[in-house]
């Protein structure tokens, strides 16, 4: 079965042009397969942007979403699943395809931002799917902004498999990467912030960093204000300051 399908994907690179013709009959080298098995994944982890289907099953780390009679198993993250409507619904998930020597795995998730972040996440060294999709299980994507800008090594260790030294290393490759303008930006796309309230928010926070307080902690008091319309940075800045830790 596993000779079967290593043949399709050989076809595959061999008409795409990723393959010399005459390294097709080398599939029996072990060495040749890993490199065909990294070309195809350059060029496939984005082959199913999204699955629209029947939620048909849920299970403990993977659902299934039929599709035209063909059953998609899908590895979520357990908070997601935990917010997915009844089995018979119709659901989208946004996919990633992970393409192995020995296998094929789709992980998939609610929102375009979760699929970010994640593709972040297996982007550090020693992160594989299995370890990102436990960090997303354990936190939210903005729990995990939170965590990556206050440097909070031992929430992200929380989550099974990740120690404290691939914690400390997430923290540096994605302190960069990750920022405090993508959670306010998507709340105001969602109209529970006033139109331009993400950019005095984000005034706010930086008053409040400025002032020596962490930026997670002044990103998570900023959103505890209620928003108007009216509502100057002063005053949303003097109301933040009522939600801080001292």
Sequence with gaps: MLQCWWWKFEYFLL???????????????????TEITAIFTERTDEMISYIRGELAAVGEEQVVVEVQG???????PGQAMTMLPPIGSEVKIHTYLNVREDAMQLFGFLTKDDLKVFRLLIGVNGIGPKGGLNILSKMTPDDLRFAVLAGDVKAISAAPGIGKKTAEKLIIELKDKLNIDDVLTKEEEAMS???????????????????????AESLKAVKKVPMTETMTVEELLKQSLKFMVF
């Design 15 to 33: 008409y795409a042009g990723a393959v010399d013709s005459r390294n097709t009959h080398r599939s029996s080298d072990r060495a040749t397969r």
């Design 70 to 76: 063909i059953g998609y198993g899908i590895f979520m």
């Design 193 to 215: 912030v006033p139109s331009g309230g993400a950019d005095m928010q984000s005034e706010a926070v930086q008053a409040l960093v400025a002032l020596g307080y962490g930026s």
